[in-house]
């Protein structure tokens, strides 16, 4: 007799209503996915024969959500190379200097405050690359697709800021080692190099960038000449993860060309059911597309719960405040004693992009320390329509400068403003209180008198925003001090 019992199962929505429209970024998750609020009915003790079809719907649904969290680092990157080989037009030895508020639009939670000095290597083409690095005042490094640290390049590499040639060295040959070099064993065939200039000089900046060079080590007697780039001005673009079939298209695209790591082989046997399989084209039926496509928005969503709103133990800089770490990776190889840093890295790879020990200091006055917060005092998301204030307490902990930086939820890059400003900070001219103290602000209109001290945000849109202390001192760390949580103004 059939048991009459029936097995629900449906996909919990999670509804973020963070105000923004699809015309305004293709990067924007809209509607609510439920893929399977369809009943399971059972035959006796097994799923029905109409059933079966259903359940297996299930399992590549779920199974696409975890896909899409897990290839977030890697479609990231994978993402921006690709801007910058055709938007950019630069080649693999080329330097893209985002210098201007315009430049760096773009790029995942960028600091507004310094210029950045990026380049994607490809190590399939070049095979062993050189980068000659020039003495000066610079902070960056060298980092794999999934957006691990493979070498620390500046003041706190090898090189201790007085320059020096590193070779990065593809996967299969390990063991080349020629002497002269800082050599740095790659752990996949493309790979990101990037640093920033620290001299408050611009003139500074822009000669030292231009004594950097790349080029294949075979061509090291006579290497091409490495071109600085500056992005397009007349053209708009995000170095971020696309949406719908578009992501799952790049995370194919790039798992031909890199090795598949042990950690990744399950993830692997799933993608082969979604039609991603490495060495075969991407070709998904209707089916599978429907599939790809919820999931890749139900996995949005779900990796802005995991950063946004986030559930790490001891997250919280101060307790009782809502300035969360952003850094929660617990060591740039993404791996501890007993798992991968799965949830960490989704987490941090979602709204940013690039993770090195110096972010992670635990020493003071060097590296960089960061704290974001999403909410208000009261737990609300930060509303563009909304006006803002945050008080900094005198003598922030910072030895170099400090900064705090607006970026849109949608996109997570620098809010793209009337104003042409997303940062403040104590480079800038701001206006102090007489205990020393300053009171910022964020809100559609700038309170009279306080313009110094504004950013502008947008009606319709949320925001969050990052507090950089380049150099953090001991006060930092000890928590002496300590500032209060981004409160509305009504």
Same mark, same amino acid.
């Given at each position: 007799?059939?048991?009459?019992?029936?097995?629900?199962?449906?996909?919990?929505?999670?509804?973020?209503?963070?105000?923004?429209?699809?015309?305004?970024?293709?990067?924007?998750?809209?509607?609510?996915?439920?893929?399977?609020?369809?009943?399971?009915?059972?035959?006796?003790?097994?799923?029905?024969?109409?059933?079966?079809?259903?359940?297996?719907?299930?399992?590549?649904?779920?199974?696409?959500?975890?896909?899409?969290?897990?290839?977030?680092?890697?479609?990231?990157?994978?993402?921006?190379?690709?801007?910058?080989?055709?938007?950019?037009?630069?080649?693999?030895?080329?330097?893209?200097?985002?210098?201007?508020?315009?430049?760096?639009?773009?790029?995942?939670?960028?600091?507004?405050?310094?210029?950045?000095?990026?380049?994607?290597?490809?190590?399939?083409?070049?095979?062993?690359?050189?980068?000659?690095?020039?003495?000066?005042?610079?902070?960056?490094?060298?980092?794999?697709?999934?957006?691990?640290?493979?070498?620390?390049?500046?003041?706190?590499?090898?090189?201790?800021?007085?320059?020096?040639?590193?070779?990065?060295?593809?996967?299969?040959?390990?063991?080349?080692?020629?002497? @002269?070099?800082?050599?740095?064993?790659? /752990?996949?065939?493309?790979?990101? *190099?990037?640093?920033?200039?620290?001299? #408050? +000089?611009? =003139?500074?900046?822009?000669?030292?960038?231009?004594?950097?060079?790349?080029?294949?080590?075979?061509?090291?007697?006579?290497?091409?000449?490495?071109?600085?780039?500056?992005?397009?001005?007349?053209?708009?673009?995000?170095?971020?993860?696309?949406?719908?079939?578009?992501?799952?298209?790049?995370?194919?695209?790039?798992?031909?060309?890199?090795?598949?790591?042990?950690?990744?082989?399950?993830?692997?046997?799933?993608?082969?059911?979604?039609?991603?399989?490495?060495?075969?084209?991407?070709?998904?039926?209707?089916?599978?597309?429907?599939?790809?496509?919820?999931?890749?928005?139900? @996995?949005?969503?779900?990796?802005?719960? /995991?950063?946004?709103?986030?559930? *790490?133990?001891?997250?919280?800089?101060? #307790? +009782?405040? =809502?300035?969360?770490?952003?850094?929660?990776?617990?060591?740039?190889?993404?791996?501890?004693?007993?798992?991968?840093?799965?949830?960490?890295?989704?987490?941090?790879?979602?709204?940013?992009?690039?993770?090195?020990?110096?972010?992670?200091?635990?020493?003071?006055?060097?590296?960089?320390?960061?704290?974001?917060?999403?909410?208000?005092?009261?737990?609300?998301?930060?509303?563009?329509?909304?006006?803002?204030?945050?008080?900094?307490?005198?003598?922030?902990?910072?030895?170099?400068?400090?900064?705090?930086?607006?970026?849109?939820?949608?996109?997570?890059?620098?809010?793209?403003?009337?104003?042409?400003?997303?940062?403040?900070?104590?480079?800038?001219?701001?206006?102090?209180?007489?205990?020393?103290?300053? +009171?910022?602000?964020?809100?559609?209109?700038?309170?009279?008198?306080?313009?110094?001290?504004?950013?502008?945000?947008?009606?319709?849109?949320?925001?969050?925003?990052?507090?950089?202390?380049?150099?953090?001192?001991?006060?930092?760390?000890?928590?002496?001090?300590?500032?209060?949580?981004?409160?509305?103004?009504?």
């Amino acid at each position: 007799m059939k048991n009459k019992f029936l097995l629900i199962l449906s996909c919990t929505s999670l509804i973020f209503n963070i105000g923004c429209k699809k015309s305004e970024t293709e990067n924007v998750a809209s509607t609510t996915v439920a893929l399977s609020e369809t009943a399971i009915k059972m035959d006796g003790e097994l799923p029905s024969k109409e059933s079966i079809p259903v359940l297996f719907d299930e399992m590549d649904f779920q199974q696409a959500t975890q896909c899409y969290l897990w290839g977030l680092p890697i479609v990231a990157f994978a993402e921006w190379q690709h801007i910058q080989y055709t938007t950019f037009n630069a080649t693999s030895n080329d330097l893209i200097f985002y210098n201007s508020y315009n430049d760096r639009l773009g790029i995942l939670t960028g600091n507004a405050t310094t210029p950045y000095i990026i380049s994607f290597l490809d190590l399939a083409e070049n095979g062993p690359t050189v980068i000659e690095m020039p003495a000066g005042h610079t902070a960056g490094g060298l980092g794999d697709f999934w957006q691990r640290e493979q070498a620390v390049i500046g003041e706190m590499g090898p090189d201790k800021g007085k320059g020096g040639k590193y070779l990065l060295v593809p996967p299969t040959m390990k063991d080349f080692k020629p002497a @002269g070099y800082f050599i740095v064993p790659c /752990n996949t065939v493309n790979m990101f *190099f990037g640093f920033r200039a620290l001299d #408050p +000089d611009p =003139k500074t900046t822009e000669t030292l960038v231009k004594q950097v060079k790349i080029y294949p080590y075979a061509k090291r007697a006579n290497p091409t000449p490495t071109k600085v780039i500056s992005p397009p001005a007349d053209k708009k673009w995000y170095g971020i993860q696309p949406t719908g079939i578009a992501y799952w298209e790049r995370l194919h695209a790039i798992l031909q060309e890199e090795p598949v790591e042990e950690r990744d082989r399950f993830f692997m046997a799933w993608l082969r059911n979604l039609g991603i399989e490495k060495g075969k084209p991407f070709a998904p039926d209707e089916h599978q597309k429907k599939i790809l496509v919820a999931a890749a928005e139900k @996995g949005q969503q779900m990796a802005m719960a /995991n950063s946004f709103s986030k559930r *790490f133990a001891d997250v919280k800089h101060w #307790p +009782d405040k =809502k300035w969360d770490y952003v850094m929660i990776i617990k060591d740039p190889s993404q791996h501890t004693d007993n798992y991968d840093e799965f949830f960490e890295r989704t987490s941090y790879f979602y709204e940013a992009v690039t993770y090195s020990k110096a972010m992670i200091t635990k020493t003071p006055n060097v590296g960089q320390a960061y704290l974001g917060s999403y909410f208000d005092n009261t737990g609300n998301w930060l509303d563009g329509g909304k006006n803002y204030t945050l008080n900094v307490p005198a003598n922030p902990p910072a030895v170099n400068f400090w900064s705090i930086t607006v970026y849109d939820v949608a996109t997570r890059c620098l809010i793209d403003n009337p104003q042409k400003n997303a940062d403040l900070s104590s480079r800038k001219d701001l206006i102090k209180n007489a205990d020393g103290s300053i +009171d910022l602000y964020f809100g559609p209109k700038a309170p009279a008198g306080k313009e110094k001290n504004w950013v502008q945000t947008l009606a319709g849109k949320h925001w969050f925003t990052y507090m950089r202390f380049y150099g953090p001192t001991a006060a930092y760390f000890d928590k002496s001090w300590k500032m209060d949580d981004i409160k509305e103004v009504k």
